[in-house]
């Protein structure tokens, strides 16, 4: 099913198992982290944002009406909008209470892809500005380790005129040989990212995605390199929808990540 901007009340359309799944895990993170006194929320990208903001908007008008709603992008500033949701930005609020996001592929400890969507740069700089920093998904994207079942690469932003210096320096340099160009599908060209920009995707070996952070440093430290897709160490939990209705969710404590399952009731 394609992803539904808002115009479509997405409660009217008969759902896949998939579609459930990320509803139901949007629910669940809606319910847990989106409370009264939170004023200032983010709001990411993706097929499983859409949930997340039905929710919020079921909670009512008397509490969304004093609330702000941070946008990572274009479509989920739609979504604002035809939501009736107060718009603002991030520059009128660098700090926000809770910010929700989908992601591509989640790690054991919290580590995630993202980018897909080619929103990354403005998510990171939302997940970072948030108090907490929440990830919703269905159960496909639920795994040990990056690049698990999300085999396109690491989304890496860069600036139009540097993306041949960078892609030579992730495929000679770092350990990419396969990394591309992402191009566009109904434009003849490449991608373009909301703030201009192109995108490389950049798929690593096992070992090198065992441990993330190390490469996401590489890769941010290549002069044009906008954002790079690999949020480490920022989310507090994931939520992810499973097949029978339950939803597993792995959150951050004091010394490590902890799994648990909350069954349908
Ligand atoms: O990072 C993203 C966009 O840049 C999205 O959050 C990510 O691709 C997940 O999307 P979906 O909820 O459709 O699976």
Redesign the pocket.
Known sequence: MP?NTGAIPITTIKLTAIEQS?RLAAYTAVDKHILPEHKVIGI??????PYVVERIVAQGRELNKDRMFIPTGFQSKELIVMSNLNLGDVDQFPTIDVTI????EVDLNLNCI???????LR?KVLAEAANTFILV?DYR?NADYLGTNFTSGVPIEVVPFAYAKVLQNLRHVLGSPNATLRMAKAKAGPVVSDNGNFVIDAPFPREIMMDPFPIMTKIKMLTGVVEV?LFCHMAQAAYFGNEDGSVTVKRKTEFSVMEEIIQPS
């Open positions: 992803a990320k990411g990208s993706g097929s499983t944002v996001d989908g992601a591509d993202k980018g897909g969507g080619a929103c990354h998510e998904a994207k897709g």
